[in-house]
């Protein structure tokens, strides 16, 4: 303690020294206090850190998808910078449009011009469409022939058992007798002309059968169509009766494209085997 030289001096110096420590206990708990703010302020930033990291954790796991969902997605996904190419046809498709490539028709219309010019339409006739073989057309006009050698002299006899009877029919020379036995041969050789001509178009017949690919008939207007016809070579047969004219064609089709038209008319009629 200091010497004072007179009681006003220890007083002063009693109350700077009681001001003194007053201010050091403040001073000392504002330290405290702010100590304290920090360590609370540090602590809430690290908390705040860990929830942020926490958030972050839990989004990224949520929202990424899994690696076989991911992989399965860029499967999917075609690539941007490379096309799709259209998936190649089959061999079978390729087969089929081969053949229907190689498939056509043929269409055409029967008809007959008479000498004053009419035109007779064959309405509701068969036509028969018929594959070339190579030897066809040698066995048809073979047929034709043989059938000739044995049809036409039965014609002519029958022609003139005809005329034999006009002749016993004439007034002045009829005679009931006659009649009879002239009507009686000129039957027999009238059968006799009918079966051989049946017996030749029959084996015409079976002949053009063996090859045929189709059968149509024609419409109210005589036109005809085979659909489907495969490429290749074949005959329009064809028989049409006009009164007393028979019209006979065993026409030859080439069909090398989609469709081809002919008409079988008095043009391109064949000899039939009768006159």
């Known amino acids: 303690m200091p010497a004072f030289k007179n009681k006003e001096e220890y007083e002063r ?9 007053k201010e050091t206990g403040t001073e000392k708990q504002i330290n405290q206090s702010r100590s304290t703010l920090t360590l609370s302020t540090n602590i809430i930033v690290v908390m705040a850190v860990m929830l942020v990291l926490i958030t972050a ?3 990224y796991f949520v929202v990424k998808p899994s690696p076989q969902a991911a992989k399965n997605e860029e499967v999917a996904k075609p690539s941007p910078s490379v ?4 998936p190649l046809p089959t061999k079978t498709e390729n087969v089929e449009k081969k053949v229907v490539d190689s498939m056509g028709k043929i269409s ?3 008809f007959a011009t008479m000498q004053s010019g009419d035109v007779k339409r064959a309405a509701g006739t068969e036509i028969v469409l018929i594959k070339e073989d190579g030897s066809l057309i040698s066995k048809y006009e073979q047929l034709q022939r043989d059938c000739r050698t044995e049809i036409n002299p039965l014609f ?8 034999e009877v006009s002749d016993v029919l004439t007034p002045g020379r009829y005679s009931q007798g006659a009649f009879a ?9 009238q059968k006799l002309y ?9 084996n015409i017949r079976v002949l053009l059968s063996n090859n045929t690919v189709q059968r149509a008939n024609t419409d109210v207007n005589g036109t005809f169509l085979f659909s489907n016809v495969p490429f290749g070579k074949f005959y329009l047969y064809s028989q049409f009766d006009v009164f007393n004219n ?3 064609w065993l026409e030859p089709v080439d069909l090398r494209a989609n469709e081809i038209k002919i008409d079988l008319s008095n043009n391109n009629k064949r000899k039939v085997i009768t006159y």
């Open 13 to 21: 110096w009693k109350a700077e020294k009681a001001r003194g420590a």
């Open 57 to 59: 954790t839990i989004v």
């Open 83 to 86: 096309s799709t190419p259209a």
């Open 108 to 110: 055409g219309s029967i």
């Open 156 to 163: 002519e006899s029958y022609m003139k058992s005809n005329r």
């Open 181 to 189: 036995s002239t009507h009686e041969e000129n039957m027999k050789r």
């Open 194 to 202: 009918e079966d051989a001509t049946a017996r030749c178009f029959t």
């Open 246 to 248: 028979k019209l006979e």
